[in-house]
């Protein structure tokens, strides 16, 4: 008869061998993924419906049954504790990203960069208008600080004897409901981090490497100083604290969610800082155990402190690095805006710092990893606060300088030593990594061109209506040349892009061959209006003029205004509504049609405000390459839709684009033909309708926009 081992009886091994497993099982079969998908969800979401009920009704009779010796410890031990964490994770931020080498690079559209930056709103956050519409939405902190105030409100009534023997059944109940979910945790561990590891994208994780290398080593750096600490301040030793953290540790890398941790940490705390006796004192140690694990975790933590390393990251990776001091100023920008969450605290910083808002979409594309970094150290962070505060509470802190001083000076060589392996690694890797404007011209059409196509030189004059086009079999498409993504040629020659694709996709339908013709925007028009031409393409906004002299299609993809702009005064102008220039703002456009009033007016208000709009000046230029070759300074800005002017900055990656009209400002991509060609425009309006045509204009926004390489 097969025995099992008597350590799998611990859940806290089994967690660890869940985890174990479930990597294992990921990077060997990860085509059995989906099948694994529903056990996780099943999981968390059991684990979120008892979670909080239980640290409510903890914190609730935790707080009121404390005496006030007890409270007052608390708070002392508590604070002093927290401000040490804060240093811990200040310290990262400030020392490590001195390690990091210059390398500049630009990333391709994200849609998230049109979110509008809406600021926490601290008071409804911590104070929201119902308590379970705050439990609806899991707004913890709301939660956590209206328990903290009950179980305050509750120590100090007379009769608190009798509301608490009416909490304890309830403590109770949810206690054993925990204890009911915990009987899966190892198999929803198993589950969760076979599907993370199973559908990583190694790709993705490349283009963040250095990122993932400096919280890494920032990883180790706080994992040997809270070990050094601990033990030195604390009567116990490494194992006593390895089985104290392993179980916690082992559910929230693989989950994500430090929160279904809690309980475990909890009880595991309670085993570590007491002993098996149920004296009075050991129960009112429970519940001061309980209250600062609930409240330590509604505040910033150590791991999204140290998550922070995110902002200077950020600069380096447009080769704006950030010195010391304004680091620190960043920091004491961010650190009250993690109240918000860590994207609300990014944003804040990448503000305070001027560095582009877009560098979001770095976090964006690692997000996953990002998060359990910052889950991981703020166990590590809430475990040893709740030593600390424990044990000045009980009177248990243990000075040995000795120990404390080998610790730090192991901390400093640790650092220093990791630190220059990064320097002299990291540069060369990073700079050499950066192949987006490779893979961009390295893009291949998703539709094959129809056998037969051709490009022509001359075009002679011919009728455009649909039976004709059809008599004669080839549909003679102009080329906005030079608008990427839309239409340009890569590294092969070869003529590309998302017009492209959708043009072969429609002639297919059509049973026809193209005939292409390149040719600026101007010069297409007048082709159009000769009849040499049938329609014309290449990222053409819908605007009135089009209306007038051409026919239209109905739009077939929304985009949005953006500017590109060099990384040089990039930050200078993120800052241009606080300290406007001294000289109106040189916008360059290479469409004609954008230079009105009506345009400046919209830009000279929406980077200043309606009462005080900045000057801006609006320059034409034959294309976008002058703008790009602006050796002179003579432009700011290159205005285009945010989707394109992506791609132009990826192409050349000392510039950015900024969009700081976010979503306001919005129009539509159209195919032009002549004018009354109606039987053309209507089969063109009912094949854009078509189901399979927007799931194929999804799939070319993927590849051509977003350039996803895996829906190519």
């Not at 379970?132 to 509750?154: H, M, Q, W």
């Not at 690692?366 to 044990?391: D, H, P, Q």
Request: proline share 5%; with cysteine.
């Amino acid at each position: 008869m097969l025995r099992v081992p008597t350590w799998c009886n611990s859940l806290d091994n089994q967690c660890v061998l869940a985890l174990c497993l479930g990597i294992s099982g990921g990077v060997l079969l990860p085509q059995l993924a989906p099948f694994l998908v529903p056990l996780g969800n099943i999981f968390l979401r059991a684990s979120q419906v008892v979670v909080m009920p239980f640290l409510i009704c903890e914190l609730v009779a935790s707080l009121g049954s404390l005496s006030n010796k007890a409270i007052s410890n608390l708070f002392r031990g508590g604070l002093l504790s927290l401000l040490l964490i804060w240093g811990m994770g200040a310290a990262m931020v400030l020392w490590l990203p001195q390690y990091l080498p210059n390398s500049p690079a630009s990333n391709f559209f994200n849609p998230s960069q049109l979110k509008p930056q809406h600021p926490t709103d601290l008071i409804a956050l911590y104070i929201p208008f119902n308590i379970f519409s705050a439990l609806a939405s899991d707004n913890f902190p709301g939660v956590v600080l209206y328990s903290a105030v009950l179980g305050i409100i509750l120590q100090r009534q007379s009769n608190r004897t009798k509301i608490l023997d009416l909490l304890n059944p309830l403590r109770d109940l949810f206690k054993a409901s925990i204890k009911l979910v915990s009987k899966i945790i190892p198999v929803g561990i198993f589950a969760l981090c076979f599907n993370t590891i199973a559908t990583s994208n190694s790709d993705q994780l490349l283009k963040l490497q250095g990122f993932v290398y400096l919280c890494a080593i920032a990883f180790l750096i706080i994992s040997f100083a809270s070990l050094s600490l601990a033990t030195s301040l604390t009567p116990f030793s490494p194992q006593q604290l390895w089985k104290a953290t392993k179980g916690p540790f082992a559910l929230t890398a693989s989950s994500g969610n430090l929160l279904i941790a809690l309980p475990i940490l909890i009880s595991n705390l309670n085993q570590l800082l007491l002993s098996t006796k149920t004296s009075p004192e050991e129960k009112e140690k429970e519940k001061e155990i309980a209250a600062i694990i609930s409240v330590g975790f509604t505040l910033p933590m150590l791991g999204q402190i140290a998550s922070l390393l995110f902002i200077p990251f950020a600069g380096w990776y447009v080769n704006q690095p950030l010195n010391f001091s304004k680091t620190l100023t960043v920091l004491g920008i961010a650190i009250p805006s993690l109240a918000g969450g860590l994207k609300t605290a990014f944003q804040a910083g990448l503000s305070e710092a001027g560095l582009p808002l877009n560098l979001m979409q770095l976090m964006y594309i690692n997000s996953e990893w990002l998060y359990r970094f910052e889950k991981v150290i703020s166990l590590e962070g809430l475990l040893l606060m709740a030593l600390l505060t424990c044990c000045f509470s009980m009177d248990k802190l243990r000075l040995k300088p000795l120990l404390l001083s080998i610790g730090l000076l192991a901390c400093i060589a640790i650092s220093s030593l990791l630190g220059n392996v990064l320097k002299t690694g990291l540069g060369n890797i990073m700079i050499s990594k950066y192949n987006n404007n490779i893979t961009l011209m390295n893009l291949k059409s998703l539709i094959p061109e129809p056998k037969g196509s051709k490009l022509l030189k001359t075009l002679p004059a011919a009728n455009s209506n649909l039976d004709e086009i059809r008599a004669r079999g080839f549909l003679r498409v102009g080329l906005n040349r030079n608008s990427m993504p839309w239409v340009y040629r890569n590294r092969a020659g070869e003529l590309v892009g998302f017009d492209v694709d959708l043009v072969n996709s429609l002639t297919k339908s059509l049973n026809l061959k193209v005939a292409w013709k390149e040719g600026n925007l101007n010069d297409l028009e007048k082709l159009i209006n000769q009849q040499r031409l049938d329609i014309a393409i290449g990222g053409i906004d819908a605007n009135p003029d089009y209306a007038s002299q051409f026919s239209m299609s109905k739009g077939y993809l929304k985009v949005h205004l953006g500017l590109v702009v060099s990384d040089q005064i990039l930050p200078r102008l993120q800052q241009i509504q606080q300290r406007p220039l001294d000289r109106p703002l040189v916008i360059a456009i290479s469409d004609p049609e954008l230079i009105n009033e009506e345009v400046r007016d919209y830009i000279a208000k929406n980077l200043g405000t309606n009462e005080n709009p900045i000057q801006v000046k609006l320059a034409v230029v034959s294309n976008q390459a002058e703008f790009f070759s602006n050796s002179t300074n003579r432009y700011d800005a290159l205005l285009t839709s945010a989707e394109g002017g992506a791609t132009w900055a990826v192409l050349h990656p000392s510039y950015s684009l900024w969009t700081p009209f976010y979503n306001k400002f919005s129009s539509e991509l159209v195919i032009i033909s002549a004018k009354k060609n109606y039987t053309l425009t209507d089969y063109i309006n009912a094949w854009l309708e078509k189901t399979t045509v927007q799931e194929l204009i999804s799939k070319l926004y993927n590849h051509w926009i977003i350039v996803k390489q895996s829906s190519g």
